[in-house]
């Protein structure tokens, strides 16, 4: 009987995603769940909703345990074969708060900050620590688990546990199984397609669609003249917007295609939050301060959705494109499952971009776990751009595993918005105003 842990178990929704996938799995369906979480509010309501979904789509069959706070995170970890991971250290308040409103004094301005630039920097130097303190359990007490990470920013915090602990792991992301579908729905040619194929290789959040075809044709001839078609209209001041202009203006220049969507972009890259030029903003739909909205309407949300998941006795789920049961289930029945998955490149997957470095490709999954598939070189345009995200991505791991504030001053200056909007002093300054407003959730750096 396998058991998975759920860090994070607060996270109610997509607890219910990747845990309600697995009661519908024959594999999974004895399972002990484990769920933790350091928010007692929280973890009750995923408990509740859980055992009531454990009943009604699994006949009661799996162990539902609930585990609250960090003395009994060992308890959780103990035996585990899966750990999930869905943690948010810091949360809204005060954390995204800081990560935006502090940089805004400096004139840097930024839309998700959750994987990159100096929020990302940030979030990865309140999250790592506490993922390193998750890692020493689950090298005691489960060594042989698997950890899934879902967690942002996803490059870092899966580069981090995969380079400096003992712990087997792959980090997940949503944005690599439904991009060639996405892309064909934004030029209207979905309806069209009849045996999609498509390949997918890079970094997480910046990954590129080197391959889609429709029974082997090449469907990017056409895919490219829609879409500078989408955008020249577009960009006309006073048009109506699209939400992908900036990903189709990347692939018009860098001849590929983007996995993660435009709002996220606009910050990985030099080009197009600029002090200077601030008529880009509208010209391609950049949508600023956009996570903090996003976590004002799911709060508020939350509020309605919660009873409604909680308190629905008659609650049911069908199963999600996660990868999260996938995985699990081709390791218990040993039949193979492809995923894209963000693995260490110390296998030369990507032979043109650093070892050292988390790359996104191709895995096959069964019982022998995770194993990643030669992909050989990016198009050098491609790998280039990917270079600039992975030296300040490199250098914050560095940081937390040092504890040493100039890895923090380096990483920033080498983050390509951060560098391409502010001095040297202002990096410093900026970095050190954030580290005091996080007081106690960063570490000492010296």
Same mark, same amino acid.
């Given at each position: 009987?396998?058991?998975?842990?759920?860090? #994070? %178990?607060?996270?109610? +929704?997509? =607890?219910?995603? @990747?845990? /309600?996938?697995?009661?519908?799995?024959?594999?999974?369906?004895?399972?002990?769940?484990?769920?933790?979480?350091?928010?007692?509010?929280?973890?009750?309501?995923?408990?509740?909703?859980?055992?009531?979904?454990?009943?009604?789509?699994?006949?009661?069959?799996?162990?539902?345990?609930?585990?609250?706070?960090?003395?009994?995170?060992?308890?959780?970890?103990? #035996? %585990?074969?899966?750990? +999930?991971? =869905?943690?948010? @250290?810091? /949360?809204?308040?005060?954390?995204?708060?800081?990560?935006?409103?502090?940089?805004?004094?400096?004139?840097?301005?930024?839309?998700?900050?959750?994987?990159?630039?100096?929020?990302?920097?940030?979030?990865?130097?309140?999250?790592?620590?506490?993922?390193?303190?998750?890692?020493?359990?689950?090298?005691?007490?489960?060594?042989?688990?698997?950890?899934?990470?879902?967690?942002?920013?996803?490059?870092?915090?899966?580069?981090?546990?995969?380079?400096?602990?003992?712990?087997?792991?792959?980090?997940?992301?949503?944005?690599?199984?439904?991009?060639?579908?996405?892309?064909?729905?934004q030029v209207g040619m979905s309806s069209k397609v009849k045996k999609l194929g498509w390949n997918i290789a890079g970094i997480n959040h910046q990954s590129w669609l080197l391959e889609i075809t429709d029974g082997g044709?090449?469907?990017?001839?056409?895919?490219?003249?829609?879409?500078?078609?989408?955008?020249?209209?577009?960009?006309?001041?006073?048009?109506?917007?699209?939400?992908?202009?900036?990903?189709?203006?990347?692939?018009?220049?860098?001849?590929?295609?983007?996995?993660?969507?435009?709002?996220?972009?606009?910050?990985?890259?030099?080009?197009?939050?600029?002090?200077?030029?601030?008529?880009?903003?509208?010209?391609?739909?950049?949508?600023?301060?956009?996570?903090?909205?996003?976590?004002?309407?799911?709060?508020?949300?939350?509020?309605?959705?919660?009873?409604?998941?909680?308190?629905?006795?008659?609650?049911?789920?069908?199963?999600?494109?996660?990868?999260?049961?996938?995985?699990?289930?081709?390791?218990?029945?040993?039949?193979?499952?492809?995923?894209?998955?963000?693995?260490?490149?110390?296998?030369?997957?990507?032979?043109?971009?650093?070892?050292?470095?988390?790359?996104?490709?191709?895995?096959?999954?069964d019982r022998n776990g995770v194993q990643g598939c030669f992909v050989g070189d990016l198009p050098e345009q491609c790998a280039a751009l990917n270079r600039t995200n992975i030296n300040p991505q490199l250098l914050t791991?560095?940081?937390?595993?040092?504890?040493?504030?100039?890895?923090?001053?380096?990483?920033?200056?080498?983050?390509?918005?951060?560098?391409?909007?502010?001095?040297?002093?202002?990096?410093?300054?900026?970095?050190?105003?954030?580290?005091?407003?996080?007081?106690?959730?960063?570490?000492?750096?010296?």
């Amino acid at each position: 009987m396998p058991k998975i842990t759920f860090m #994070g %178990a607060g996270s109610t +929704v997509f =607890a219910k995603n @990747v845990l /309600g996938d697995s009661l519908l799995v024959p594999s999974l369906r004895d399972a002990h769940i484990a769920l933790y979480d350091i928010d007692p509010t929280r973890l009750k309501a995923s408990k509740l909703m859980m055992q009531t979904l454990n009943k009604n789509i699994n006949k009661g069959r799996a162990q539902i345990t609930a585990h609250l706070g960090p003395r009994s995170r060992r308890t959780a970890l103990r #035996g %585990a074969t899966y750990v +999930v991971n =869905a943690i948010q @250290v810091g /949360g809204y308040e005060p954390s995204t708060v800081i990560d935006f409103e502090i940089p805004k004094k400096y004139g840097l301005r930024q839309t998700i900050a959750d994987t990159l630039g100096i929020g990302g920097i940030f979030r990865t130097l309140r999250t790592l620590p506490v993922m390193f303190d998750f890692a020493k359990d689950m090298e005691a007490v489960c060594p042989g688990a698997l950890l899934l990470n879902y967690t942002n920013p996803m490059a870092m915090l899966t580069g981090g546990i995969a380079r400096h602990t003992d712990v087997k792991v792959v980090g997940l992301c949503h944005s690599v199984q439904g991009c060639a579908n996405w892309l064909l729905r934004q030029v209207g040619m979905s309806s069209k397609v009849k045996k999609l194929g498509w390949n997918i290789a890079g970094i997480n959040h910046q990954s590129w669609l080197l391959e889609i075809t429709d029974g082997g044709n090449d469907l990017y001839p056409e895919i490219k003249r829609r879409a500078a078609q989408m955008n020249r209209k577009a960009r006309r001041k006073g048009a109506t917007k699209h939400g992908d202009m900036v990903r189709f203006e990347m692939m018009k220049h860098f001849g590929y295609y983007l996995t993660e969507s435009s709002e996220h972009s606009s910050e990985y890259m030099p080009y197009w939050i600029k002090s200077q030029f601030p008529e880009l903003i509208e010209e391609f739909n950049i949508p600023l301060d956009e996570y903090p909205r996003r976590c004002i309407n799911q709060i508020e949300d939350w509020k309605t959705r919660g009873a409604e998941i909680t308190k629905n006795r008659k609650l049911s789920h069908d199963r999600t494109h996660e990868y999260g049961s996938y995985i699990m289930d081709a390791m218990e029945t040993d039949v193979p499952f492809r995923i894209g998955g963000n693995i260490l490149n110390d296998g030369n997957y990507i032979t043109n971009l650093p070892r050292t470095a988390c790359v996104e490709v191709p895995c096959l999954v069964d019982r022998n776990g995770v194993q990643g598939c030669f992909v050989g070189d990016l198009p050098e345009q491609c790998a280039a751009l990917n270079r600039t995200n992975i030296n300040p991505q490199l250098l914050t791991v560095e940081a937390v595993v040092t504890r040493k504030k100039d890895k923090i001053y380096q990483a920033a200056m080498m983050d390509p918005h951060t560098a391409a909007e502010l001095t040297l002093d202002q990096i410093v300054s900026l970095c050190n105003d954030l580290i005091k407003a996080h007081g106690k959730m960063l570490p000492r750096y010296s």
